[in-house]
């Protein structure tokens, strides 16, 4: 069949899933396969406050507080087209939302178009990890290491591995993209396997601690966990700062009404990529706000998924 058939065939099935994501009943499957980042716990036990804040069984929106057992969940699609996506949901660093930002995109990047999520629950900036800002950023190094290591194992080609990033989780994966050195010692083999994406997606990410760009909550908690005067920590803990030729090609998609992290965010990423010679995907819409992730994506919107799946084809495997 040829491509001209086969690419509105798969857009009419990504827009028939998307539109089940919205109207089916959503559960979380209790047999999904869970990867501890860790051999042990780097932290203090305790923490890992699970809420379900939906009363709709057929929307879960659970999320998770505290985090002190960082893993991934595994949400392997039958026909495995080699692509996977680490998946990093938002929460403004003071939760992680698990399903309007994880589960949530089954059906329209597993179930629909073959690609294999890792779904990340990270570590939140906090002093009392040894990480402190950074354990995010560690725990996400952790699992793209995992991920890359493992990827046989999951019909997963090594040089297909993206990262994709919603609101805080986006500044945790554009940092997963620009950052030139480890946020921790090695602890085993593990640890000698790479850990930069081999592209990034940024869902109206957190990008900037600039007055008039950062979002409040994260730019606060970020500088509360870190170390470092603050001048020091907001030029470091900036993405936009360090794009550079070893930055993996970008995907940008944000809202033009968002009121909790401004579309200036990914615009000064995307001025980055530029600057630097980066490969970078541009989308801004005018309306859909903040947190729209699959379920609250309407109108032009709700296309996204079929824009992002398009571009991941796009990408030829690294060498």
């Not at 099935?13 to 089940?20: I, N, R, V």
């Not at 507080?65 to 969940?73: K, N």
């Not at 046989?152 to 994709?164: C, L, S, Y």
């Amino acid at each position: 069949m040829s491509r001209s058939v086969v690419r509105p065939l798969r857009g009419l099935l990504l827009a028939l899933c998307a539109h089940a994501a919205l109207t089916a009943p959503a559960t979380v499957a209790a047999h999904v396969p869970t990867i501890a980042l860790w051999p042990a716990t780097p932290s203090p036990g305790g923490g890992d406050r699970i809420t379900e804040r939906s009363a709709d069984p057929t929307r879960p929106d659970r999320i998770v507080e505290d985090v002190r057992t960082p893993q991934l969940t595994v949400h392997a699609p039958a026909r495995p087209n080699g692509a996977a996506l680490l998946v990093v949901p938002g929460g403004g660093y003071a939760r992680v939302v698990l399903d309007k930002e994880g589960t949530a995109l089954v059906p329209a990047f597993v179930d629909a178009a073959g690609v294999t999520l890792f779904v990340l629950r990270y570590r939140l900036p906090d002093p009392r990890h040894v990480e402190g800002a950074d354990a995010p950023l560690a725990d996400a190094q952790r699992a793209m290491r995992i991920v890359r290591a493992r990827a046989a194992e999951f019909g997963v080609d090594p040089a297909r591995i993206g990262v994709m990033g919603f609101s805080a989780g986006g500044h945790v994966a554009a940092r997963l993209a620009t950052e030139p050195a480890p946020a921790y010692a090695p602890v085993d083999a593990i640890d000698r396997v790479d850990w930069r994406p081999d592209f990034a997606l940024l869902v109206y990410p957190v990008i900037s601690m600039r007055d008039g760009l950062a979002h409040t909550g994260s730019r606060a908690r970020l500088l509360a966990a870190s170390r470092e005067p603050a001048d020091v920590a907001l030029a470091r803990l900036s993405p936009e700062r360090h794009v550079d030729a070893r930055t993996p090609p970008l995907f940008l998609l944000h809202a033009q009404d968002d009121a909790a992290v401004p579309v200036g965010n990914a615009l000064a990423m995307h001025a980055a990529a530029l600057e630097a010679g980066v490969p970078a995907s541009l989308h801004v819409f005018p309306t859909g706000g903040h947190g729209f992730g699959v379920r609250d994506a309407h109108g032009p919107l709700a296309r996204w998924p079929r824009l992002a799946l398009d571009w991941i084809d796009s990408r030829p495997a690294r060498p």
